[in-house]
């Protein structure tokens, strides 16, 4: 591939300042938050318009360049790491909310936009983005698409995908379609619904319909403390066989509250073995007694303590110490790997023991801090990178909480998806044929590979059937290997 | 004919007790199978359909036959009816994490059941539930009113397994609630009418069944104050479980479905009540209470899409747009069923943009219906007509996007066309 005359072509396509090509620069862009893979991108371009990132995938496809889509670089599983170079293509600068349709329950965003941002702009019409993930004060909806993402309120409100009306998407070959645009009963196949979920690896979205979700009426939330986790988590687990319905349940165990305490000036004591974040919301009427039911259940397994938070002051910041409790972990070690998984709720309690058990394992501190409604684990691996051993045990205990959660029937990710970080454990949980239907899918959309070939799929040998179907993979391996 | 070598072979798979050449009850828009099988078994199904495809012999899928109405003419001479009836296990019920595995050939009335023993529910509101499979709902993407509450079986549907065109088992999703491993396939099979593989079985979570109900009806002399009671609801923090828009003749309703807490069961009641009158309502009522007699209500209005009876005379349409522009699209439907001199009922899913309509008629006037509705509201699909009105009308509606794509992706996973040949969108 000739660089210097790619990133000329590209320049003409979105002007000078719209190029990366800065050695320096580019490492900014060698991975996204999961650093465990990094690889350096040929170049990093930023398209303003779904016409500019047609022209940037068709001269991709003439260069032979792979496209390695990227939003805020939040995600937590390598899906924007250019692993084998290529052509980065950001959405940065494609990050405006278009029109919001109130009567129609929609909202027209281009990519870029931040989660955050987006739910701040909605407020004042009584509106909200109900995807909510920690990182949402950064992370943009593009990305929050392309992972299915989720988040605390998802308990109730439901994954990204129940969010997505219909998508503005270029495909690898350059073509700008759309999915969709709130249209209740579309006819024909679900693309939309294929879309969400896909890692960037089937095309780029450039623009999204998506849905309104009102705000509640009235919001409760509590903070109920246990002496250890197990108390929390069965709580969680009869919370959820008693058939109330929270808006969300966060546990954050005693390292975590540890991490947050003092910096969100909690005032949680110190015999806290964790904390269960209970909120429910509605209409005002029934929100006392809901939320009364749900703290019995809590006294009954061995609460020491429920406070509630009174005010939304109160309350926002007993969110703020949940969702920002990631960063916080800086204060406990130098490096952290968060690991995704999820078991079925009634597994959550011996999950939990086994995670500790995993921690001793393997000498190193676990700090856990996840959306516990959804049975969704986030055990936090603290360690040290510079230290070869401590890096290794990271990873071989990470694996060890998959295959836990495997075993109780669960899976491998729950909102993070696949990338590079959990690509080889696919086989895990699918055969090679449930591999091959995927497969299948992608090739629908990407029968060259164009987009950010190498992801999601597992590397491994012995899956022929796969590597068949996949073949046109194989146009890119001179780059992977380079 | 069916080569008689594929005949013994699928004696040999499925056993000769569930191979019927009564064929008559599974023609598909009128027209007959070559043969009816019964697989017992996903095993079954796998092998059965393993040797259609290497026989190059076409399937239609069938659950209930409570929707098999929908779609075109079936693209085949000969073809064999796949039943899913032998298959009608629960495979998983963990009551405590709110999730089912079932196959593809139990009806909705077993699995509500079968939930209701749990104090659960799936929301999903099918017509003629009795019949109705969880396949046959899950390949038709069918909604329900508590679809404003609850959303569809896309919100709901965890995890799937199917059968694809080769006779290949795979399967996608999983069972916990919350799942970004791999691709979601599931969405990919759900509403593809069976033509893109044959759904076996089916994971969801679950809700649990609310503690109090309520329905109320709102009638209204005019259909234009019951969209002022449509646009209060849409604006409001309400949270109904379902509101449908009815219209019969003269008189139009609208139906509110309540559940929840007693407290914000009790709240809505008093709510909508003032709402109601605020927009104009002749006459409010709450026509019933608690769930079993809600239940009970409602089961008519699940109905409405309902094509099993259909009369000589009638058509059956959904009509989908924005839920903004509802009421002008029936206005539309209205004044050109009056033109044509046809009777005309309409169930809505009125905070969605969700229309069914039942029209009544001769072909002639049905046809100018069609054509007149079609041109303004190009999503207008035709769910229930005589064979021959339906083989000759465009029943998905009309300027469908992205139809390449979709080939590609129906050439991907059935590249000889075997599975419901014609009768989706490509």
């Not at chain 2, 465009?394 to 419901?420: H, T």
């Amino acid at each position: 591939m000739n660089r210097s005359q790619l990133i000329e072509e590209l320049r003409h396509v979105v002007g000078p300042t719209g190029v990366v090509a800065d050695p320096v620069a580019l490492m900014t862009y060698d991975a996204d938050g999961c650093v465990m893979d990094t690889g350096e991108p040929q170049v990093v371009v930023l398209p303003t318009s779904a016409e500019q990132v047609s022209a940037v995938v068709r001269l991709a496809a003439r260069y032979g360049a792979p496209i390695v889509p990227r939003g805020a670089g939040t995600g937590l599983a390598g899906g924007a790491t250019p692993i084998g170079g290529g052509i980065v293509v950001s959405t940065a600068r494609m990050d405006r909310v278009l029109e919001i349709d109130a009567r129609n329950g929609r909202v027209l965003c281009q990519p870029g936009v931040i989660n955050w941002e987006l739910s701040q702009l909605l407020k004042p019409y009584g509106y909200q983005f109900a995807p909510d993930p920690s990182s949402q004060k950064a992370c943009t909806v593009g990305g929050n698409i392309a992972n299915n993402a989720g988040g605390p309120h998802c308990l109730k409100y439901g994954i990204t995908s129940s969010h997505v009306l219909g998508v503005q998407m270029v495909l690898p070959d350059g073509s700008i379609i759309w999915t969709g645009d709130g249209n209740p009963a579309p006819v024909g196949y679900d693309l939309t619904g294929v879309i969400t979920g896909s890692e960037g690896t089937i095309g780029l979205v450039t623009a999204a319909w998506l849905r309104l979700t009102r705000l509640p009426e009235a919001v409760r939330v509590v903070l109920a403390l246990f002496p250890d986790i197990a108390g929390a988590s069965a709580s969680v687990s009869q919370v959820i066989a008693s058939g109330f319905l929270p808006a969300a349940l966060e546990i954050m165990d005693r390292l975590a509250i540890k991490a947050v305490n003092d910096m969100y000036k909690l005032g949680l004591p110190e015999q806290a073995g964790a904390a269960l974040l209970i909120e429910v919301d509605g209409v005002d009427d029934g929100l006392d007694e809901l939320l009364a039911d749900i703290t019995a259940v809590c006294w009954r397994n061995g609460a020491i303590d429920v406070r509630p938070a009174r005010t939304p002051a109160e309350q926002n910041q007993v969110w703020a110490a949940r969702k920002n409790a990631f960063g916080a972990m800086g204060r406990l070690a130098p490096t952290y790997y968060l690991v995704d998984t999820v078991v079925p709720r009634t597994r959550l309690p011996y999950t939990m023991e086994q995670v500790g058990r995993i921690s001793q394992e393997y000498r190193l501190p676990i700090a856990n801090v996840f959306h516990a409604g959804d049975g969704n684990l986030h055990p936090i691996i603290l360690f040290d990178r510079r230290d070869r051993s401590q890096n290794q045990r990271a990873l071989e205990a990470a694996t060890g909480v998959m295959h836990v959660s495997i075993e109780q029937g669960g899976v491998i990710s729950g909102e993070h998806g696949i990338g590079v970080e959990k690509q080889d454990y696919m086989t895990l949980l699918f055969s090679t044929d449930d591999l091959a239907a995927m497969a299948g899918l992608h090739q629908s959309f990407d029968p060259y590979d164009l987009f950010n070939p190498g992801k999601v799929f597992p590397k491994g040998r012995g899956c022929g059937e796969l590597a068949a179907l996949r073949k046109a993979g194989v146009a890119w391996s001179e780059l992977k290997t380079r | 004919m069916l080569p008689a070598a594929l005949t013994r072979q699928l004696v040999e798979i499925v056993g000769p007790e569930r191979i019927s050449e009564e064929t008559a009850p599974f023609a598909v828009h009128g027209r007959s199978p070559a043969l009816v099988i019964s697989p017992s078994s996903v095993e079954q199904v796998a092998r059965a359909v393993a040797a259609c495809h290497a026989a190059r012999v076409p399937l239609a899928p069938w659950g209930g036959g409570t929707r098999q109405r929908w779609g075109r003419p079936i693209a085949a001479e000969t073809f064999v009816v796949l039943r899913t009836s032998g298959l009608q296990a629960i495979l998983m019920h963990e009551p405590d994490d709110l999730t089912i595995s079932v196959e593809a050939g139990m009806t909705f009335a077993a699995l509500d059941a079968a939930l209701a023993a749990h104090n659960q529910m799936l929301p999903l509101d099918p017509p003629r539930p009795a019949l109705s499979t969880i396949g046959g709902l899950l390949a038709s993407g069918a909604d329900g009113p508590r679809r404003l509450a609850y959303g569809t079986s896309r919100d709901l549907l965890i995890g799937i397994r199917v059968v694809e065109a080769t006779g290949r088992i795979s399967k996608a999703g999983g069972m916990v609630v919350k799942n970004v491993s791999g691709f979601d396939m599931m969405k990919l099979y759900l509403g593809s009418l069976g033509t893109l593989a044959i759904i076996v079985s089916a994971n969801f979570k679950l809700m649990p069944r609310p503690r109090a109900a309520a329905s109320l009806s709102c009638f209204f002399e005019q259909p234009e104050r019951a969209f002022r009671l449509i646009t209060a609801l849409s604006a409001s923090q309400l949270i109904p479980a379902a509101v449908e828009y009815r219209e019969d003749g003269t008189t139009a309703s609208i139906e509110v479905r309540i559940e929840g807490l007693p407290a914000a069961v009790e709240r809505h009641v008093r709510d909508v009540r003032r709402l109601a009158e605020e927009a104009g309502a002749g006459s409010v009522s709450v026509v019933a209470e608690g769930l079993a007699a809600v239940e009970e209500r409602w089961a008519d209005f699940n109905d409405a899409p309902q094509t099993v009876d259909l009369a000589a005379d009638e058509l059956v349409a959904r009509l989908s747009c924005l839920p903004g522009a509802l009421e002008a699209a029936l206005g539309d439907v209205r004044a050109r069923a009056a033109r044509e001199g046809l009777l005309l009922r309409v169930q809505a899913r009125a905070l969605s943009g969700v229309a069914y309509l039942r029209l009544r008629g001769s072909d002639e006037h049905l046809r100018a219906w069609h054509a007149a509705i079609l041109a303004r509201w190009p999503q207008l699909v035709v769910i229930g007509a005589q064979p021959a009105l339906a083989a000759e009308l465009p029943v998905w509606g009309a300027g469908i996007a992205n139809l390449d794509l979709m080939r590609r992706i129906k050439q991907e996973f059935d590249p000889e066309n075997l599975l419901n040949p014609g009768r989706y969108v490509v």
